[in-house]
């Protein structure tokens, strides 16, 4: 029962502000899209008390959905350990971020439409981690690419926010028909979509089949979570208003791809390369996006690319069979990446939308809570100890090490160990360009209301302290938690984990990080321009990713649109069904002379018809 | 029975006779009254053929009500009956007897002179009391249509033969100013 | 000696032909309702005449029927033939031509 609960109270804020938002009072619109989110947020911690979730599972069922033969799927949810983590992710920082949004979008003309996004979004995304099968995940999947969808596109009336809008759902939809292939494929293959009974059946599946199941899933989550190579989205997604960048640009949303494997890692451990590709992709991804995050000067996108390198990170985690320590990053990420992109906004809200960073600076003074907000962030991010991302990047890391040891690639490491030195400095430049030194841009910054400070607090909070969560010193609650959930797939990483081979593995990431805040400072401690050369021309095109696409797809596509429009259309089928026309006419004109108008001649005819019948039956 | 062959000689002659007449002839009169000779003729052939029934209601509907109703016709467009433009479609004429001539020798080609003499009819078949119970019986539904099929004409008659207060197509000639009041369709 | 079936069949077909010539020919108007009636009398003849062969007392049905449809026909059709009398003042059917194409 509480499973629904969870669920329908951000769907009915969603119904209510959606249908009636606009006539509402402003206070009340705010009061129903947070208090929905806020009481989805304590129904998930009742549900997860729930001994069942710790047990086998807290399930809820609907309806049969589809019965065909022996194959049916059921409308249901369920909670376990893990769905009981996302869920509380997603509505605890759902709901502060809520809460910002109160101040941040208060001036905003469609407050009520994007309160009702924002709602459904939520309950989109909590029947995504609360899905009972496979086909309600989709369901949810399909329903939170719509929210993004919409949210990016929410200032409609600018045209770089519609387009942006269009390009992260046309992206998607080319990851999702492969997470569809995938599902139709486990289907068929494995007869069931029930998360239990298909990790039962993964032992028993062709190996080549699994393998290409799983690899259309992934990239599914690759569309999803703005992996390479369908990262392309992710970066105009910052078109769409902060706080839903925060939200579901960083914090919920594209983190579904790392929860999916996650939830289907049985399947995935037997499948054969995929967790390889997983991995490598995930490298690749982490260093790429840090080091375009080098050279951005829009500080969302900064922000946006970091968030690619993360989820890269998170996906590494994946790949290498360390997927405690993913959920955990994950986790550790939804704090800290929320609350910078809180803070972004929180400049961008006293800077009348100022992001670009040669624009911004000196913000440290007139800023201080916010600058404080952002640096706890960022020390995260760069995982100094003992912020939270120290802990869970570590882990990461020290999992892709005996990976490596086990006979995976040492290169998985080295990018993952390369990524926290670029992220350092990145971090340090955003850090640097709009805090430090004197204010670029006139004007008269102001520090954001409480209402927008106080989640910012929050999040800090959390940022400081998640680490506590895996922490080795605190006895890595969260990991034990989640222990049960990944043990019966026989991954033991967690279990007799000896300490660290050697502390330089351990050190070193510190090293790492701390050696790129200094690099950073001293690279930016005057807000140079630096423009790395060749290099940077290389990186601020994003490494010619976007203009090899243009080139291979979208400029083809578009000449055999235009094709297709030009010649294909108007000649081709205008011409054949005008052809049809002129052709009937033509006849028509032809025969008219037939048609004399006179009865007696129609009688003529009429006969010689019945003539030829009757002749046809006697001498046939 | 070579009566009835006289019999059937006579009456078939008979029809054919007023057959050539309601065809040939150019006085709408002598069409009707020709028409009148079939249908009397066909009457002793149905009285011949055991279908007492069928042959009154042939005298009583078709001679008596459908000939009467073409004579009113004739009467009332009188004046008009003989004149015609001349035929316009030349080709008509001998296309059509070739088409005749064609369907009538089919149609003769069909007939075999093999079929066995018929049974002798009893006494019932044909009679008023014989058809009437088949009608009231197994037929009565589409009896029934019948009489709602009549009832359609009627009115169907009635409103196409009411003066119109507006003519559709009017030529110049007809263009009566019709009388005030008159319903409007 | 009786008289066999197929006389009766040859004078219907006959008559239809009649029937058929006179439509086809004639432009009265009148006329050639009068050679509609005439065809449907040939097919009641044999209707009637194999209703005899075989006894059948469903062939004389047929032509009751048949009967009641002409009479119909004919009030109809004598109906319109006066309105277009009235409207067009011909009954020469090669003139009421409008369905021309």
């Known amino acids: 029962m509480v499973l629904e609960v969870i669920v329908a109270l951000p769907l009915a804020g969603w119904l209510i502000n959606g249908l009636a938002g606009g006539r509402l009072p402003r206070g009340v619109v705010g009061a129903i899209g947070c208090g929905t989110v806020g009481a989805a947020c304590a129904a998930s911690v009742m549900a997860a008390g729930d001994p069942a979730v710790a047990g086998g599972g807290l399930t809820a069922t609907l309806f049969t959905w589809l019965s065909a033969g022996e194959f049916t799927v059921s409308a249901g949810l369920f909670m376990d350990r893990l769905s009981a983590l996302m869920a509380l992710v997603v509505t605890g920082v759902g709901f502060l971020i809520h809460v910002y949004s109160i101040g941040y979008m208060a001036d905003d003309p469609a407050y009520a439409r994007y309160f009702a996004y924002l709602n459904l979004f939520v309950a989109s995304m909590l029947l995504l981690v609360l899905g009972g099968n496979l086909l309600v995940l989709f369901v949810g999947w399909e329903l939170v690419g719509l929210c993004s969808y919409l949210l990016i596109g929410f200032w409609f009336d600018r045209e770089r926010a519609a387009s942006s809008g269009r390009k992260a759902f046309i992206v998607n939809r080319i990851g999702d028909a492969g997470f569809l292939l995938g599902i139709l494929l486990l289907a068929t293959t494995a007869g069931n979509l029930q998360f239990d009974r298909l990790a039962a059946a993964s032992g028993g599946m062709a190996p080549g089949l699994l393998t290409a199941a799983t690899l259309l899933l992934f990239a599914g989550a690759t569309g999803k979570s703005a992996q390479l190579p369908l990262y392309v989205w992710l970066p105009d997604a910052m078109e769409g208003p902060t706080p839903v960048s925060a939200l579901i640009h960083a914090a919920t949303m594209v983190t579904a791809g790392v929860y999916m494997i996650a939830r289907l890692h049985p399947l995935f451990l037997h499948a054969g390369y995929t967790l390889s590709v997983v991995a490598a992709v995930g490298a690749v991804t982490a260093f790429f996006a840090a080091t375009v995050a080098l050279v951005e000067w829009d500080l969302k996108r900064v922000l946006a690319y970091s968030t690619i390198s993360q989820l890269g990170y998170m996906f590494l985690a994946m790949g290498v069979v360390m997927m405690p320590a993913g959920m955990f990053h994950l986790t550790t990420h939804a704090f800290f990446k929320a609350l910078l992109f809180l803070a972004a906004g929180s400049v961008m809200h006293a800077m009348r939308g100022v992001v670009d960073m040669r624009r911004l600076g000196g913000l440290a003074g007139p800023m201080r809570w916010t600058a404080a907000g952002f640096a706890v962030g960022g020390l995260a991010l760069a995982g100094v100890p003992p912020f939270a991302g120290f802990f869970s990047k570590d882990l990461i890391l020290e999992g892709a090490f005996e990976w490596a040891q086990r006979g995976g690639a040492m290169l998985v490491w080295i990018a993952g160990l390369a990524t926290a030195f670029v992220t350092a400095v990145y971090v340090t430049r955003a850090m640097m360009l709009t805090f430090a030194g004197p204010a670029a841009d006139p004007g008269h910054p102001h520090e954001a209301p409480a209402v927008m400070g106080l989640p910012m607090a929050v999040l800090a909070a959390l940022s400081f302290g998640g680490g506590l969560l895996g922490a080795r010193v605190a006895g890595e609650p969260l990991l034990r938690y989640l222990e049960p959930f990944f043990v019966d797939s026989a991954i033991g990483v967690l279990k007799d984990r000896p300490m660290p081979a050697a502390g330089v593995i351990t050190a070193l990431p510190v090293a790492v990080s701390l050696a790129g805040i200094l690099a950073g400072f001293a690279l930016y401690r005057d807000r140079r321009e630096v423009t790395l050369g060749a290099l940077g021309r290389f990186l601020s095109h994003q490494w010619y990713i976007e203009t090899l696409y243009d080139a291979v797809i979208v400029t083809p596509a578009k000449r055999l649109a235009h094709l297709l429009a030009d010649v294909v259309e108007t000649r081709g089928i205008d011409g054949a069904v005008n052809g049809v026309g002129a052709l009937v006419g033509r006849a028509g004109l032809a025969v008219r002379g037939l048609q004399t108008g006179f009865v007696r001649n129609y009688a003529a005819a009429i006969l010689a018809g019945t003539i030829l019948m009757l002749g046809y039956w006697l001498f046939r | 029975m070579v009566v009835e062959v006289i019999i059937f000689v006579f009456a078939a002659l008979g029809a054919l006779a007023g057959g050539l007449g309601v065809v040939a002839s150019r006085l709408p009169v002598r069409n009707a009254l020709s028409l009148l000779l079939v249908l009397g003729s066909l009457a002793v052939t149905y009285l011949l053929l055991a279908a007492q029934f069928i042959a009154v209601l042939q005298v009583i509907v078709y001679a008596g009500a459908i000939v009467v109703l073409f004579l009113f016709v004739v009467m009332l467009l009188h004046r008009q009956l003989g004149a015609m433009s001349p035929d316009r479609l030349r080709w008509q004429g001998p296309v059509a007897i070739g088409l005749s001539a064609a369907f009538l020798i089919l149609m003769l080609l069909t007939l075999r002179f093999a079929t066995n003499a018929a049974a002798p009819a009893p006494a019932e078949f044909g009679t008023v009391e014989s058809v009437g119970r088949a009608l009231f019986t197994s037929f009565a539904l589409p009896f029934e249509v019948a009489s709602v099929i009549l009832l359609v004409g009627i009115i169907a008659a009635v409103v196409i033969g009411r003066p119109a207060s507006r003519p559709v197509a009017a030529p110049p000639r007809s263009s009566a100013p019709s009388p005030v009041g008159a319903p409007r369709r | ?101």
């Not at chain 3, 077909?13 to 020919?25: D, E, K, N, R, S």
């Open chain 3, 1 to 101: 000696m009786s008289v066999p079936l197929e006389a009766y069949l040859a004078l219907s077909a006959l008559l239809f032909v009649l029937g058929t010539t006179g439509v086809l020919v004639r432009r009265n108007a009148l006329v050639v309702f009068m050679s509609i009636e005439l065809m449907l009398n040939a097919v009641n003849l044999t209707f009637v005449a194999f209703a005899r062969q075989r006894l059948a007392i469903e062939g004389q049905l047929a032509v009751f029927f048949v009967v009641v449809v002409a009479a119909v026909e004919v009030v109809v059709g004598l109906a319109i033939l006066i309105a277009i009398f009235r409207t067009r003042d011909t009954v020469d059917i090669d003139d009421v031509d409008l369905l021309r194409g």
